[in-house]
């Protein structure tokens, strides 16, 4: 009875002890919970991660855009879609960028490079690289 209690309280304990954030065990189903990558000074945010990670892009991107001009010194306006990912590092990775207009797209690219270190995305408790696609209207 001795080895009964002390093998369930082993398991117990090791159970416990293993428990990992954004993972939720119920009966025979375990369920994983994506956390997103969270852009520096949201840590403490009244808003919600997401909406502040969007604040925040959009102020960097308004702070950071400079129109390209065409040879005759002309604003060039476009629409482009980039796609980055945010490392296990909280590093922006994979940079690129699609769109009819090749300044627009460059642009993009080197602001997206300029995005600040965030607290890296978890999936199952361990930090996980995360893709982004986000169309953007310059």
């Keep these: 009875m001795k ?10 304990f ?3 002890s293993f428990a990992q ?3 939720k ?10 956390i997103a990558p969270v852009w520096p000074g949201c ?3 009244e808003l919600s991660s997401k909406d502040c990670f969007n604040k925040k ?23 482009s879609t980039i796609s980055f990912s945010i490392d296990q590092n909280g590093k922006v990775a994979d940079v690129s960028a699609v769109g009819p207009e090749k300044a627009v797209n460059q642009e993009a690219i080197r602001i997206a490079k300029l995005f600040p270190k965030m607290k890296p995305g978890y999936s199952g ?9 986000m169309a953007f209207n310059f």
């Design 21 to 23: 954030e954004g993972v």
């Design 57 to 79: 892009l959009n102020l960097h991107i308004k702070e950071n855009f400079k129109y390209p001009r065409d040879t005759k010194g002309g604003f060039i306006r476009g629409k």
């Design 43 to 45: 840590e403490g945010s």
């Design 25 to 34: 065990v119920e009966g025979n189903s375990i369920s994983t919970r994506e």
């Design 14 to 16: 090791t159970s416990l």
């Design 125 to 133: 408790g361990k930090p996980k690289t995360i893709q982004y696609k």
């Design 3 to 12: 080895k009964i209690i002390l093998v369930s309280a082993i398991f117990l």
